[in-house]
């Protein structure tokens, strides 16, 4: 674990002819992605199928009630039903306590209207990195013949842009942990519709209107039940009565009904045995029902005639319970089992349960309420840990890895969110985390890694002590993706530690000492505190110059941060130089097009407005907004802000 950040380097590089510009959006953060001109094409000009989309295969295979849900959906979609209603943006969140049916009724919806959109796509959204694998997979299905040899942001890129060109599609954004999420999305993708769901009630207000979804009527509870239990015939008067008693105890609470009658199914026992031996007291069904007490109720039960057939699939259920909950890949819990057979046997019996589902052959789903009460239990975790180091892809051979580690990837995070409190990682998993944060970084999403950084380094202390070289770089490292992810005092904090350690160990001058003086400088502009970032980049930039050259990447982007520390402190004389200097070399270096050159003239069109030069910044600022239309679309928010520069540069420029 030796690698360091630099200045810059995030695998950027000029944009070459035939080339244009995609961009893959995760959370508030857009990364701009090259795509051949020929797969801008297909994006434009491929259709989807009659038919196309992907839907996640039902646990229960059984839906009852909820029409009125399902028409106040329908209503709310369509938008009265006109065609040109019809493909604008029209967007709706479900919430709702875990376990109550929120994705049952998003994939019921989804199912019941397929027919009226051109393209149905379910993407699991709790992570950012789920989202961009969602979206990846658009790509794969649509344009294989390009999607293949692609990495996971391109294709992202491309499903974007596809979207962006098509309309009438449905996208379901499963799970949702944070509505912010969703707005870089809806803000460019408005040719279609939107259904989310979520366990969060608040934050919805600026993103989009919601409806709360309660717990089933008793008549509907009753009905889902002996539906599962006595499959293909309706129950007797008596059963009737016995699994109204149940649903009660059970508070109406869809997945705990589910797994009780897959329960009763699968053993034969009688609805009034099942509930007496549950030993639960008759409770009034109310909203304040506690879910995860209430499958903790019946859990032991379950999972006792779950291990009497088959204690394989109870080792694999409790492995499963420290991964995100979606798309876990059946190869890799392979090494928890003697061979393929056993395997597929013991997923059978977790399925017959009502477990877990299946999302095709490949992948396996847990529920979130059933992956809470078994994590509760601390149980799995080390079988977790086992087979996600032995799936972590090579280090840095993204090319060839990538679609592996599109599977991966949400699992070793969810691992790290779900295992901190469990204190440092052994030293393999730390290297797992490591390999997995690295990965983040190199496709540009450095906020991502945080937990993954903050447990490496929690090892790093434990095994190698405060002030190891390994120690040091990846307290750098956990820096750079606060200050990336918004904690910027954080950032500051562990960057002068750092610092201090470096200068003492390696010299003022030395290449990392310059990496982890400029990462403090740009932490300090971010932060507001200008007069030490502006000296400290003004050291740093002199030295970068002398180490690396006039037109490195490094020296580049310290050249830029320099620029904006002299424009935040007022100081025009000296930034407007540096600025135009810093544009010159971008577009010699890296091209016109590479994002960070639109950085720079965008910085440099404001400068002048800043100096009453206004001939000189509208055409800088016609180039931004072009760019930025070609590369994020018309209606993101970095669009509609050059868009919105431009007009009043423009405006001013009549006027005076």
């Not at 990447?553 to 935040?568: F, P």
């Amino acid at each position: 674990m030796s690698a360091e950040h630099v200045p810059g380097a995030s695998g950027e590089r000029a944009i070459a002819a035939g080339e244009s510009i995609g961009v893959a959006v995760s959370g508030d953060n857009a990364r701009v992605v090259v795509l051949p001109a020929a797969a801008v094409h297909w994006a434009r000009t491929v259709e989807a199928p009659t038919g196309a989309g992907f839907l996640p295969g039902s646990a229960s295979g059984v839906f009852v009630g909820r029409e009125d849900e399902l028409a106040e959906l329908r209503a709310l979609l369509t938008g009265g039903g006109t065609a040109a209603v019809t493909q604008q943006s029209a967007v709706r969140a479900i919430h709702g306590l875990g376990g109550v049916g929120k994705s049952t009724l998003a994939l019921q919806y989804a199912a019941r209207y397929r027919d009226a959109y051109t393209l149905v796509w379910w993407i699991t959204a709790e992570t950012a990195e789920s989202i961009v694998t969602g979206l990846g997979g658009l790509a794969m299905a649509l344009c294989p013949q390009w999607a293949g040899a692609a990495g996971p942001d391109e294709r992202a890129a491309w499903a974007l842009l596809w979207l962006q060109e098509h309309a009438g599609w449905l996208l379901v954004f499963d799970n949702v942990e944070d509505p912010g999420v969703l707005r870089p999305y809806l803000g460019t993708l408005h040719r279609g519709h939107h259904l989310a769901t979520s366990r969060k009630a608040t934050g919805w207000h600026a993103v989009a209107p919601s409806m709360a979804l309660g717990l089933l009527p008793l008549d509907e509870a009753v009905d889902l039940l002996t539906r599962l239990a006595f499959p293909g015939r309706a129950p007797t008067r008596e059963e009737w009565a016995a699994a109204t008693e149940l649903a009660r105890v059970l508070g109406c609470l869809p997945l705990a009904l589910e797994q009780a009658g897959a329960y009763v199914y699968e053993t034969g026992t009688g609805l009034d045995d099942y509930r007496r031996s549950l030993g639960l007291v008759l409770d009034e069904v109310s909203e304040g029902i506690d879910p995860e007490r209430t499958i903790a109720r019946i859990w032991d039960q379950t999972l006792g005639a779950i291990s009497a057939r088959d204690p394989l699939a109870v080792r694999l259920l409790e492995a499963m319970a420290w991964m995100a909950p979606d798309d876990i890949p059946r190869g890799l819990l392979e090494p928890l089992a003697p061979d393929v057979v056993a395997l597929n046997r013991a997923l059978g019996v977790l399925h017959s349960y009502n477990m877990v589902g299946f999302s095709g052959r490949a992948f396996v789903g847990v529920h979130r309420l059933v992956q809470a009460v078994l994590r509760g239990r601390s149980v799995g975790r080390l079988d977790a840990e086992l087979v996600l180091q032995q799936g972590v892809p090579p280090v840095e051979e993204d090319d060839v890895y990538a679609d592996q580690w599109g599977l991966i990837l949400p699992h070793i995070e969810a691992l790290a969110e779900n295992a901190q409190a469990h204190g440092a990682p052994s030293e393999q998993m730390a290297n797992a985390y490591y390999a997995a944060a690295q990965y983040l970084f190199r496709h540009q999403r450095d906020a991502q890694t945080v937990t993954l950084r903050r447990l490496v380094l929690a090892q790093n202390e434990r095994d190698y002590g405060d002030a190891d070289l390994i120690t040091r770089v990846n307290r750098n490292n956990l820096a750079n993706a606060c200050a990336d992810s918004g904690d910027t005092e954080q950032a500051v904090r562990l960057l002068e530690v750092t610092l201090a350690q470096m200068e003492e160990e390696l010299g003022d001058s030395h290449p990392n000492t310059l990496t982890v003086r400029y990462n403090l400088a740009a932490t300090y502009l971010d932060v507001g505190n200008l007069e030490q970032a502006v000296s400290v980049l003004e050291a740093t930039l002199a030295q970068y110059v002398q180490t690396f050259g006039d037109t490195h990447l490094g020296t580049l982007v310290c050249r830029q941060s320099l620029a904006e520390g002299y424009v935040k402190t007022g100081d025009l004389e000296r930034a407007m130089p540096l600025l135009e200097t810093t544009l010159a070399q971008c577009e010699q270096t890296l091209g016109s097009a590479h994002f960070s050159t639109i950085v720079s003239r965008n910085d440099l069109a404001l400068a002048y407005v800043e100096v009453g030069d206004l001939e000189r910044a509208v055409p800088l600022l016609e180039a931004v907004l072009t760019q930025c239309e070609q590369s994020l679309g018309d209606t993101h928010p970095k669009t509609q802000a050059a868009r919105s520069n431009l007009v009043w540069v423009r405006q001013a420029a009549q006027l005076g």
